[in-house]
């Protein structure tokens, strides 16, 4: 029986974790190619911190000025208790069609919503998540392995290739590291200190603290392609690390508060002008269809980057206020309200 009602950790303007507050609100209801979900679990990552607190502020244009839609969480793992008007898998190919019917475990990338009972969502951006794979697991997928494997297809990483990942202990980084070992890759990985061991047992030949490493002193023409994740070190740098034909893929905005990513850009655009070390920034998609890719490479084997820590519903704000200090390693999991 579904509820009237249901709680969610909602924000109504941009800040830290303290503006989350815990509400109840109507469960929504699905229109046509829509879904309703119970949510089992919700997998926080550095963009929910980032539209929390509105930072670079170029992103207000896009998601409101005053703040962002009200629920985080972003990628969600559960199971489907509504299908919109006309749709289920029996109901045809028509616009009003879903793939997913009452019962199935679903995983993807929605807009927001994971930190709430129950989300609705395009029927297209959810993934069937495989029998063996629990749901907490499903939940952490989406975004941050879809992201690393983007990455990797853009810096052209196939068996043999060798990688460095410059901020690799975060979800994003732990998934480039895991999925560049799974293409037989040869990975260096740098990260904190806390990582260490755990991009080892991804598969990362070396790590380093980046306390501690001057990439500076490193042999130029090392690498065939450079992931780099947190988007600090300078652009020169890194591009003097990949031989002539590789590329340094940016996936990490850099520091700047206002434009973000705009700035490191426009250098390394500027940089690659007649270089055969070329820069190349990666604007993710979201794609279910690489969700359930992923999805099945962890029900076949796949390890994927350690779950740090999981926080009940009812703790939400202190996992958010987790992930906004930037150390984790891994990935973090909120538990649904109802699971």
Same mark, same amino acid.
């Given at each position: 029986?579904?509820?009237?009602?249901?709680?969610?950790?909602?924000?109504?303007?941009?800040?830290?974790?303290?503006?989350?507050?815990?509400?109840?609100?109507?469960?929504?209801?699905?229109?046509?190619?829509?879904?309703?979900?119970?949510?089992?679990?919700?997998?926080?990552?550095?963009?929910?911190?980032?539209?929390?607190?509105?930072?670079?502020?170029?992103?207000?244009?896009?998601?409101?000025?005053?703040?962002?839609?009200?629920?985080?969480?972003?990628?969600?793992?559960?199971?489907?208790?509504?299908?919109?008007?006309?749709? #289920?898998?029996?109901?045809?190919?028509?616009?009003?069609?879903?793939?997913?019917?009452?019962?199935?475990?679903?995983?993807?990338?929605?807009?927001?919503?994971?930190?709430?009972?129950?989300?609705?969502?395009?029927?297209?951006?959810?993934?069937?998540?495989?029998?063996?794979?629990?749901?907490?697991?499903?939940?952490?997928?989406?975004?941050?392995?879809?992201?690393?494997?983007?990455?990797?297809?853009?810096?052209?990483?196939?068996?043999?290739?060798?990688?460095?990942?410059?901020?690799?202990?975060?979800?994003?980084?732990?998934?480039?590291?895991?999925?560049?070992?799974?293409?037989?890759?040869?990975?260096?990985?740098?990260?904190?200190?806390?990582?260490?061991?755990?991009?080892?047992?991804?598969?990362?030949?070396?790590?380093?603290?980046?306390?501690?490493?001057?990439?500076?002193?490193?042999?130029?023409?090392?690498?065939?392609?450079?992931?780099?994740?947190?988007?600090?070190?300078?652009?020169?740098?890194?591009?003097?690390?990949?031989?002539?034909?590789?590329?340094?893929?940016?996936?990490?905005?850099?520091?700047?508060?206002?434009? #973000?990513?705009?700035?490191?850009?426009?250098?390394?655009?500027?940089?690659?002008?007649?270089?055969?070390?070329?820069?190349?920034?990666?604007?993710?998609?979201?794609?279910?269809?690489?969700?359930?890719?992923?999805?099945?490479?962890?029900?076949?084997?796949?390890?994927?980057?350690?779950?740090?820590?999981?926080?009940?519903?009812?703790?939400?704000?202190?996992?958010?206020?987790?992930?906004?200090?930037?150390?984790?390693? #891994?990935?973090?999991?909120?538990?649904?309200?109802?699971?």
């Amino acid at each position: 029986m579904i509820p009237a009602t249901m709680p969610v950790w909602a924000q109504h303007r941009y800040g830290g974790p303290e503006v989350v507050a815990l509400e109840q609100v109507p469960v929504p209801n699905p229109g046509p190619g829509e879904v309703l979900v119970e949510v089992a679990a919700s997998s926080l990552n550095s963009a929910d911190a980032r539209l929390l607190r509105g930072d670079p502020a170029l992103i207000r244009l896009a998601f409101g000025l005053r703040g962002p839609s009200p629920v985080r969480g972003r990628d969600v793992a559960g199971v489907v208790v509504a299908v919109g008007p006309g749709a #289920g898998p029996g109901a045809g190919a028509g616009a009003g069609a879903s793939p997913h019917a009452v019962g199935d475990r679903v995983a993807g990338e929605l807009p927001g919503g994971g930190l709430g009972a129950y989300v609705v969502g395009a029927a297209s951006a959810l993934a069937a998540v495989p029998a063996s794979v629990p749901l907490e697991v499903a939940a952490t997928v989406p975004l941050a392995g879809g992201t690393a494997w983007q990455a990797l297809d853009a810096g052209r990483v196939v068996h043999g290739s060798r990688v460095l990942v410059v901020g690799a202990g975060g979800g994003v980084g732990t998934f480039t590291v895991a999925l560049a070992a799974h293409r037989g890759a040869r990975v260096h990985a740098i990260g904190g200190a806390r990582s260490l061991e755990v991009l080892r047992g991804l598969g990362a030949e070396e790590v380093a603290d980046h306390r501690s490493v001057d990439l500076r002193t490193w042999a130029p023409d090392a690498f065939d392609a450079v992931v780099d994740v947190v988007g600090t070190t300078p652009l020169r740098t890194l591009r003097r690390l990949v031989r002539p034909g590789g590329l340094v893929v940016g996936v990490g905005g850099g520091t700047d508060r206002v434009i #973000g990513p705009l700035g490191r850009m426009l250098a390394g655009a500027v940089q690659s002008v007649g270089s055969t070390r070329r820069f190349r920034p990666l604007a993710a998609r979201t794609d279910a269809a690489l969700t359930a890719r992923l999805l099945a490479l962890v029900a076949d084997g796949l390890t994927p980057p350690p779950i740090e820590r999981t926080w009940p519903f009812d703790e939400a704000r202190a996992a958010l206020a987790h992930i906004d200090a930037g150390h984790t390693v #891994g990935k973090i999991i909120v538990t649904g309200a109802v699971w």
